[in-house]
């Protein structure tokens, strides 16, 4: 997986220059500076791409009191929609933001409403969701309407979620607006920071707050302790057979297996001993369509199988092999890539399966799921058992590639005979080429590669192949960014 910098790795590392020894780091450093690389900007990229996941803050609060205008103001830029009508906002969007040296996450959400149905019982429940996976919370009340009846249900389920909480008064556009603000002590939430999200009045102090009630990097939650049982989460299509392979894994009928698709609703672990090894499985519900269009119990089921794959180290992911890889199927493999995790392909019912429906799945499987074509791949049959011993090593093959880091120096002799046999094609009379690079974080892999001007993407998905098939790294997507060197005396 080819990217920007992305800052949103999963493992922790001990020193400030990613997954970088000292010694190592030293270097480097040595060689971007002989290169012509400002040495800001190649730590920066380092720290960028080797970095832990970003603290993660919610702006919540019942329609139209500008939580959209806040966030955009938080960014710096106009790109939550913004529309004077409540409910324009419906699903949680993450955007990055930056405030004095500190990045952090900001997740946008749709007006919360207590006692609602259809839609709007979705959007409050994105906005649970959201205060649950975050770190802290910006709640934004109009202070010129007062606290609500809505505003009061909001304060219970912060108080529920035990998060620090940052209250935002918003709408205050001058002195006189300060007193409406003041009224808002009676929420019991702290101070009220007025503020006015469409002018900017306030919203530094605001921010002051929020970094003050965010931690420097969040919780691991994903694992356990050194030594502990690693997760691994089941993940599929409603009805695909994740409760049966997990019955069949454990020996035993731990969680109830039935015909009718969404019989899972809560994610169940389960400590299995596998091979002389615990493992610690979670069968989670089956994701169904698009989640705002789900409504009840089952919208609630995507949005904790979701929170299962967050918190898992390894996704296998069931696929029906006796019908047609569906839309939702490649879903459902985006979710767990995007979520950098490492990945096992299993087919399961592959016993019900004829010679004629083998040669059809493996051209599906070609063009469908060409994005994991490195990921391990077993055919299993959760009722019978069949293959059930080669799941475990798919596991362990996965893990290994997802917590591989290769040496700089290694990785930089790999570069150098590639590009020397196989350059960039020359574009508008020049021939860019890679210079040097360094793998800056594991879990998943995250390279940093520097240039002497723009990498073609087609080109950066050759570099990733020969990483793969060069160091193994089989069943864990790989983050890769480039930087490009500006031209000498010149600084971005």
Do not use: C
Request: zero cysteines.
């Amino acid at each position: 997986m080819n990217d920007h910098i992305q800052p949103d790795g999963s493992d922790s590392f001990e020193h400030d220059h990613g997954a970088l020894g000292d010694a190592e780091y030293a270097e480097f450093m040595e060689l971007a500076a002989v290169e012509g690389f400002d040495i800001e900007d190649v730590e920066g990229a380092i720290e960028a791409a080797g970095h832990g996941p970003l603290p993660v803050l919610a702006v919540v609060g019942r329609p139209n009191v500008g939580k959209s205008t806040l966030v955009n103001r938080i960014i710096g830029r106009r790109e939550a929609v913004v529309e004077d009508k409540p409910g324009v906002t419906r699903d949680r969007v993450t955007y990055e933001a930056e405030w004095a040296g500190r990045r952090f996450k900001v997740v946008d959400t749709g007006g919360w409403e207590q006692d609602v149905l259809g839609i709007d019982a979705s959007v409050a429940a994105q906005a649970e969701y959201a205060i649950e996976a975050a770190d802290a919370v910006v709640f934004v009340v109009d202070a010129k309407v007062g606290a609500t009846d809505t505003d009061e249900a909001v304060v219970r389920l912060l108080r529920k979620a035990a998060k620090p909480v940052v209250l935002a008064a918003n709408k205050v556009d001058g002195l006189s607006g300060e007193a409406d603000a003041a009224y808002l002590w009676s929420l019991g939430l702290g101070e009220p920071h007025p503020v006015s999200a469409l002018h900017g009045r306030g919203t530094g102090d605001m921010l002051d707050a929020v970094l003050e009630a965010l931690p420097e990097a969040p919780e691991q939650t994903f694992g356990t302790a050194v030594g502990g049982p690693r997760r691994i989460a089941l993940i599929g299509r409603p009805n695909v057979g994740k409760s049966s392979l997990l019955n069949k894994v454990a020996g035993e009928e731990r969680v109830v297996v039935n015909e009718i698709a969404g019989t899972t609703r809560d994610p169940v672990d389960e400590l299995i001993e596998l091979g002389g090894v615990i493992w610690k499985f979670v069968d989670t519900a089956g994701i169904r369509k698009r989640v705002h269009l789900q409504q009840g119990a089952d919208y609630y089921a995507s949005l904790r199988t979701a929170a299962a794959v967050e918190k898992a180290e390894v996704a296998v992911i069931l696929i029906d092999a006796s019908e047609s890889i569906s839309v939702q199927d490649q879903r459902i493999v985006t979710m767990a890539v995007d979520a950098g995790r490492a990945i096992v392909l299993a087919f399961n019912k592959w016993d019900t399966l004829d010679e004629e429906r083998r040669y059809y799945l493996e051209r599906e499987i070609e063009t469908e799921l060409a994005q994991v074509a490195w990921a391990p791949r077993v055919n299993v049959s959760a009722r019978t058992g069949r293959h059930m011993e080669k799941l475990v090593p798919a596991i362990e093959t996965a893990l290994a590639g997802w917590e591989t880091r290769v040496p700089t120096g290694r990785l930089n002799a790999f570069l150098g005979e590639l590009v020397s046999a196989h350059p960039h094609p020359i574009r508008g009379g020049k021939q860019p080429r890679i210079l040097f690079g360094t793998q800056a974080g594991t879990k998943p892999p995250r390279f940093v590669l520097f240039a002497s001007g723009f990498i073609e993407a087609g080109y950066r998905r050759f570099i990733e192949r020969r990483l793969r098939e060069e160091f193994s790294f089989e069943g864990t997507p790989i983050h890769i960014s480039v930087r490009v060197r500006e031209k000498r005396g010149k600084k971005k």
